[in-house]
């Protein structure tokens, strides 16, 4: 795993490309990192990176987390979030992380909360198709019919699909594009929607797949050469 950064989702808005495309983007401000602590494999048995994001006020602090920041002498983070990294000689305590982390990168993952819808039936949260809306149904028409077995195995088996609890869960999106991102404002443009609302906490880290395929523009460019190739054998 590589170093990541947490960032705030703004909401979504569009951008045109060199072609003229309109793409939709998820803007995303994206918080400085600080690093509290470096995580060696003799002290614990792997390497990793303890990075803090979002400032916090020290009267929100419990005592033991009082003494945590005064003994990294750093101000108090809201979030704590912890890196596995392959090389920790790279990292020091006290420098700061932020966007110029993704210069290289054209695709991200994303992981953030799905916008909670609280207690859901089944027809919304699994899209059931409800019982009959005559012949004899009565005061159940958007029920799930029925759950369990007979005397064997006599229960309900766990994942079965029933009413509850719909939204509110971490949801991860692979490979989304970096359209743009703005290194002054802190800012950046990703391809498409991600999940949750505005205000949501959203973690930014590098593809963990190996990705071949071109970026919009890079898509746009090759259109052009072809074209300028094909006019050429003319």
Same mark, same amino acid.
């Given at each position: ?10 909401? *979504?808005?569009?951008?045109? *490309? ?143 699909? *029933? ?72």
């Amino acid at each position: 795993m590589s170093i990541g950064l947490i960032g705030t989702k703004i909401g *979504m808005t569009r951008e045109f *490309m060199k072609s003229g495309q309109s793409v939709p983007v998820t803007v995303i401000r994206v918080e400085k990192g600080r690093v509290l602590d470096v995580i060696t494999k003799d002290k614990r048995g792997y390497s990793a990176v303890k990075v803090g994001f979002f400032k916090l006020k020290n009267s929100k602090l419990t005592k033991q987390m009082k003494g945590y920041f005064t003994k990294k002498n750093t101000e108090a983070k809201k979030v704590l979030k912890e890196f596995r990294v392959e090389n920790e000689g790279d990292f020091k305590e006290g420098n700061e992380l932020g966007l110029e982390i993704f210069k290289d990168k054209k695709f991200l993952d994303v992981r953030s909360k799905t916008i909670g819808k609280g207690f859901a039936g089944v027809m919304k949260r699994w899209n059931f198709g409800g019982l009959r809306a005559s012949h004899g149904v009565s005061v159940s028409h958007r029920s799930h019919g029925s759950t369990g077995q007979r005397q064997d195995p006599g229960k309900v088996f766990k994942g079965k699909k *029933m009413a509850g609890h719909m939204g509110d869960k971490l949801r991860t999106m692979l490979n989304l594009e970096i359209i743009k991102s703005d290194l002054e404002n802190n800012l950046l443009y990703l391809k498409g929607s991600i999940p949750g609302s505005k205000n949501t906490q959203v973690l930014l880290r590098e593809s963990v797949k190996n990705i071949t395929r071109k970026t919009t523009n890079e898509k746009y460019e090759a259109k052009l050469k072809k074209a300028e190739l094909k006019k050429g054998k003319k």
